[in-house]
């Protein structure tokens, strides 16, 4: 498996719940970032995670949280969910530093709806 | 904060004519700007990027350019194809080497009409 990985494909939770995402880098990558996508509209950054530490993060609240693991895999979690959290999170994957900045391998996502 | 805008949020065009999606960028520490096409329930694909050492890139039917001065960078399809329809965003850079914070744009839903 080459590409970027994640799990699951669809999640339906209720509100209040909390929620865990998985994704597996890409082989090669070394970067992790997540991205919420609602529908209609462009990804937002979440974070990045970059050995193994958060490198970078959006307007997100404290609720969202990540982890990466040695090899490269993370985790997205989120507590106390709320409705508006119904969206596509979106894992992608990239090689940093390198010689040069690369683009992303998106994972297919996974669609959390909340209820 | 950071922020990516992007124009049009729908483009139609007949097969065969080019397409234009600009975007502006508010973060002059961005360097790096990657285009990615997402079609109906799949993921984004890169399709094309440009660093900020270079005005113009070009791949076979698509080409960008860059203007750092005005924080402008667009995309150019020409002779386009129905299966170019897709939704484009554009996206800017920014860190020691440009992965460090992605910013997207809301994307461009284009339509190539055979």
């Known amino acids: 498996e080459t590409g970027v990985t994640q799990s699951p494909t669809h999640l339906i939770k209720t509100r209040g719940q909390q929620v865990t995402l998985r994704c597996s880098s890409q082989?090669?990558?070394?970067?992790v970032s997540w991205y919420q996508q609602a529908l209609g509209q462009g990804p937002q950054f979440i974070f990045q995670y970059y050995r193994e530490e958060e490198n970078g993060r959006g307007n997100f609240p404290p609720r969202f949280s990540g982890l990466q693991f040695p090899n490269y895999s993370s985790e997205l979690n989120v507590n106390a969910l709320e409705l508006d959290d119904s969206a596509l999170y979106l894992c992608?994957?990239?090689?940093?530093?390198?010689?040069?900045?690369?683009?992303?391998?998106f994972g297919s996502g996974t669609r959390l709806t909340v209820v | 904060g950071e922020n990516v805008e992007q124009h049009p949020s729908t483009l139609s065009v007949q097969e065969g004519d080019s397409a234009v999606i600009k975007c502006t960028y508010s973060d002059s520490a961005s360097n790096y700007f990657p285009w990615y096409k997402q079609e109906l329930g799949k993921r984004p694909q890169l399709i094309i990027d440009?660093?900020?050492?270079?005005g113009e890139k070009k791949d076979q039917r698509i080409a960008v350019t860059l203007n750092k001065t005005a924080k402008h960078f667009s995309l150019h399809i020409t002779e386009t194809q129905p299966e170019d329809s897709a939704v484009y965003f554009c996206?800017?850079?920014?860190?020691?080497?440009?992965?460090?914070?992605?910013?997207f744009g809301a994307g461009t839903r284009l339509f190539v009409k055979a």
């Open positions: 082989s090669g990558h070394n970067t």
């Open positions: 996206a800017a850079s920014s860190g020691l080497t440009g992965g460090f914070k992605t910013i």
């Open positions: 992608a994957s990239t090689f940093l530093p390198g010689q040069g900045a690369h683009g992303y391998t």
């Open positions: 440009i660093r900020s050492n270079v």
